[in-house]
């Protein structure tokens, strides 16, 4: 078989000399790229050896031949030329990169400059004064209630700031500050500070809003707080403040310092206890930083006397240079007053006031005496906690360099938190707070409704001594109290006889006195009968009865007998001023119908009108001193009774009546009242 050639399946076999097999091949290539169509290119015969080509072959890449065995810089680019040319590719490349990421933050750079100054030259926090729903300065002040008489009903706003003058400004309530500024020029400076306050936004910061420039409102437009300032807090008795409450105070005004610290302002520089808020959820939120030029240049609204209190929490360094810019160991300083304001609620150096004015405290914080320690204020230090105290008396050093910063005082307090267990979390800390306040507005609300209850039966009193019972009751329901007819009431007058030439003799306050013991006197005795007081007028007095409740005809004996007891009680009656003499009264009584109402709003008084009044005035005016001068109608109903000691008088003209029958009543027969004869002028 071997050497030998014969036919098999796929075509010509030769068998070679070492017995392998050598068929025939035929090579196809695609000629036709477009189309796809192959066709044979070679011819391999196996007999032979031969490989003969019938065409050409479509290399591809418009080569002219099949690739090299072996590349050019071989596998393992062990060719020296071609070692070059990879090293220089390679810081090519890295060149390229790098100058493709210098550029990319070149170009970032500038964009963020160009965005920024777009930024400070648009003005975003410029507010026009237009935009600003101002409220009157009335509108917020103090606490206020009301209440009604006809039942318990608190109405109890929140605490307000005092003299913040506040506005809506895109429907939300804000705080303005107004600044005495004649004109505005804003530096560069001033322009990246405004947007950079703009820019802050922290828990423990009021937010900043804006600016108004249109003088004269050039004002600062702040988050507004309706708590008050933490001084407001600390001075308000009625808002009880443990320790728990004291912490979370105390942290949220570190918190807040150590913010602004690391903020592009670097520096709050007007801190106190006025320029700390409190927020509806009583956090404590600092106000009033930044714009150091803008504030330098204004006219200080503050007194003297209340610019030089606020120096008490301004550091010794800054108390003696006053050009000296805010550094963050001023703020440092600052924060310790308010610590220890916070630990005793009691204003700083409160104590040394008794016995020294603002200006030597200032004067003793500035100057230090050589060799002692630094002045400060004193404080009972039994009820502070000593690690507070210690942080109190670090952030006083008399070394600036010596105070701590205030990432050390918010790590210290933190610290302090968690030893006493109130640093729990944000939820738990805002509900141990709305808890405390909770308990102090029970006890106030308790007290308040206590005064208030008390309030109110002063206040009834007072309405049923100006107004009968049954129309006051009638007001108290809201009803309103119409004009009332009566057929028959027996109506009083009496006055004091020479009460011209006395008031003449005596001082206006001897007068006042008289009248006073006077009524006081008649008052306590008609309490005793069915009688209503409707006025005094000077020495006049003016008593019904009948109206406003009806007694039938009874009302002639109520004011028969009451008239006995008044006249018997003047025959003890002394003046205070004239104990040598005695006083004359004079009475008229007369029966009658008449019409009875409420006349005005703020004042109303309970009038009576008809000809009886004026009836009863003429029989008082015609009537003589130390009598009870009575009409026919009066004897009428009198004598209907029974019992009293009537006299006739006889006809007496009177102004506008003509003549008329009257009588004198004497006494009272029954032996009820005591007889009147004996009673004298003299």
């Known amino acids: 078989m071997w050497n030998r050639t014969f036919d098999g399946i796929s075509g010509n076999v030769t068998v070679n000399e070492n017995g392998d097999p050598d068929a025939d091949y035929s090579l196809w290539d695609m000629t036709d790229t477009v189309n796809g169509d192959m066709s044979v290119v070679a011819n391999f015969h196996g007999a032979t050896g031969e490989l003969e080509f019938v065409g050409n072959i479509a290399w591809p890449g418009e080569a002219t031949g099949p690739p090299p065995d072996t590349p050019f810089c071989g596998f393992d680019n062990e060719n020296p030329a071609c070692q070059m040319q990879g090293s220089t590719w390679k810081i090519t490349l890295i060149v390229a990169c790098c100058l493709l990421l210098v550029g990319s933050a070149i170009t970032l750079l500038v964009y963020r400059k160009l965005r920024r100054d777009a930024e400070i030259r648009g003005r975003a926090w410029q507010i026009k004064w237009e935009d600003l729903q101002v409220q009157s300065d009335d509108v917020r002040g103090r606490r206020a209630s009301s209440f009604s008489l006809g039942s318990v009903s608190l109405k109890t706003e929140e605490e307000k700031q005092i003299f913040t003058q506040t506005a809506f400004y895109q429907g939300r309530t804000v705080a303005v500050k107004k600044i005495s500024l004649d004109h505005v020029t804003l530096e560069r400076n001033t322009l990246i500070e405004l947007k950079n306050m703009r820019d802050l936004e922290?828990?423990?910061?009021?937010?900043?809003?804006?600016?108004?420039?249109?003088?004269?409102?050039?004002?600062?437009?702040?988050?507004?707080?309706?708590?008050g300032s933490l001084m407001d807090m600390l001075q308000n008795d009625s808002i009880k403040l443990d320790w728990l409450f004291k912490y979370s105070l105390?942290?949220?005004?570190?918190?807040?310092?150590?913010?602004?610290?690391?903020?592009?302002?670097?520096?709050?520089?007007?801190?106190?206890?006025?320029?700390?808020?409190?927020?509806?959820?009583?956090?404590?939120?600092?106000?009033?930083?930044?714009?150091?030029?803008?504030?330098?240049?204004?006219?200080?609204?503050?007194?003297?006397?209340?610019l030089m209190t606020k120096s008490l929490y301004i550091a010794p360094e800054l108390l003696r240079d006053l050009k000296r810019g805010p550094t963050k160991e001023g703020d440092i300083y600052s924060v310790g007053v308010i610590m220890r304001e916070i630990a005793t609620r009691e204003g700083p150096y409160e104590a040394e006031f008794k016995n020294m004015e603002?200006?030597?405290?200032?004067?003793?914080?500035?100057?230090?005496?050589?060799?002692?320690?630094?002045?400060?204020?004193?404080?009972?230090?039994?009820?502070?906690?000593?690690?507070?105290?210690?942080?109190?008396?670090?952030?006083?050093?008399?070394?600036?360099?010596?105070?701590?910063?205030?990432?050390?005082l918010r790590t210290s307090i933190d610290k302090i938190n968690r030893e006493k267990n109130t640093g729990t979390g944000i939820l738990d800390n805002l509900l141990n707070r709305m808890e405390?306040?909770?308990?102090?507005?029970?006890?106030?609300?308790?007290?308040?409704?206590?005064?208030?209850?008390?309030?109110k039966k002063r206040a009834e009193r007072l309405l049923y001594e100006l107004l009968p019972r049954v129309v006051a009751d009638q007001l108290k329901r809201g009803k309103a109290v119409d004009p009332e007819s009566y057929d028959s009431v027996?109506?009083?007058?009496?006055?004091?006889?020479?009460?011209?030439?006395?008031?003449?003799?005596?001082?206006?306050?001897?007068?006042?006195?008289?009248?006073?013991d006077l009524y006081t006197c008649f008052d306590g005795i008609i309490e005793n009968f069915d009688v209503y007081k409707v006025e005094t007028?000077?020495?006049?007095?003016?008593?019904?009865?009948?109206?406003?409740?009806?007694?039938?005809?009874?009302?002639?004996?109520?004011?028969?007998?009451?008239a006995l007891a008044?006249?018997?009680?003047?025959?003890?009656?002394?003046?205070?001023?004239?104990?040598?003499?005695?006083?004359?009264?004079?009475?008229g009584i007369h029966t009658g119908p008449c019409v009875a109402g409420v006349v005005g709003l703020k004042m109303p008084r309970y009038c009576l009108f008809g000809d009886t009044v004026n009836t009863a005035s003429r029989m008082e005016s015609s009537g003589e001193a130390l009598k009870i001068h009575i009409?026919?109608?009066?004897?009428?109903?009198?004598?209907?009774?029974?019992?009293?000691?009537?006299?006739?008088?006889?006809?007496?003209?009177?102004?506008?009546?003509?003549?008329?029958?009257?009588?004198?009543?004497?006494?009272?027969?029954?032996?009820?009242?005591?007889?009147?004869?004996?009673?004298?002028?003299?």
């Open 358 to 408: 603002v200006g030597e405290i200032l004067d003793k914080i500035r100057s230090p005496p050589a060799g002692l320690q630094p002045f400060r204020q004193r404080a009972n230090t039994e009820n502070i906690d000593p690690k507070i105290w210690d942080l109190i008396t670090a952030c006083w050093e008399e070394d600036p360099k010596e105070r701590p910063n205030a990432n050390s």
């Open 202 to 227: 922290h828990p423990n910061l009021a937010r900043f809003f804006g600016m108004c420039l249109d003088v004269p409102n050039v004002a600062i437009i702040n988050e507004y707080c309706p708590k």
């Open 631 to 682: 009409s026919s109608a009066t004897k009428t109903v009198l004598d209907d009774f029974g019992g009293f000691d009537i006299q006739m008088r006889g006809a007496v003209e009177m102004k506008g009546k003509g003549v008329q029958t009257t009588f004198w009543l004497l006494g009272n027969a029954d032996g009820k009242l005591r007889h009147v004869e004996h009673l004298s002028l003299t």
């Open 566 to 587: 008044l006249l018997e009680a003047t025959s003890s009656f002394t003046i205070r001023h004239k104990r040598d003499r005695k006083l004359h009264l004079r009475v």
């Open 436 to 455: 405390q306040y909770a308990n102090n507005l029970e006890e106030l609300v308790e007290e308040r409704t206590a005064a208030f209850l008390e309030e």
């Open 250 to 306: 105390i942290s949220d005004v570190i918190k807040g310092v150590q913010y602004l610290h690391r903020s592009a302002l670097s520096v709050h520089g007007r801190l106190n206890s006025s320029n700390c808020l409190v927020d509806s959820r009583f956090v404590v939120k600092l106000i009033d930083f930044g714009l150091q030029s803008l504030r330098e240049g204004a006219t200080q609204t503050l007194g003297n006397h209340a």
């Open 537 to 562: 007028i000077g020495d006049a007095y003016m008593v019904v009865s009948g109206a406003p409740v009806r007694n039938g005809k009874a009302h002639a004996r109520e004011i028969g007998n009451m």
């Open 490 to 516: 027996t109506i009083f007058f009496c006055d004091i006889e020479g009460f011209t030439e006395l008031s003449a003799h005596s001082t206006p306050m001897q007068v006042v006195i008289l009248l006073n």
